[in-house]
């Protein structure tokens, strides 16, 4: 959520949760929701915003998974095989 800092005789919106730059773009939204949405004063561009970089960071995570899935289970058997480095110390 942006604060309004005074500067000389002027508010500036300042955005303080991030210092990305950001895009003007069309999107296509249901006219239902989006009337609702309005009508409950939500930032229809910061709830796109905040649901896509969501979106974008649970995609990421699975690629990522998927890309090294041959790595980790590789890993997990070598654990398994041989056991964990620390594993003489362990007490449980």
Not at 58 to 72: G, L, N, Q, T, V
Request: hydrophobic fraction near 35%.
């Amino acid at each position: 959520m942006g604060t309004v800092k005074k500067t000389s005789k002027k508010y500036v919106a300042a955005n303080v949760a991030s210092k990305t730059l950001k895009k003007a773009t069309n999107v296509t939204l249901s006219t239902d929701v989006l009337k609702d949405a309005r009508s409950l004063g939500i930032n229809i561009s910061q709830a796109c915003d905040e649901f896509l970089r969501g979106l974008v960071g649970r995609e990421k995570a699975r690629k990522w998974k998927e890309d090294h899935a041959d790595y980790i289970k590789r890993c997990n058997q070598i654990a398994e095989e041989e056991g964990g480095a620390l594993d003489q110390w362990r007490s449980f």
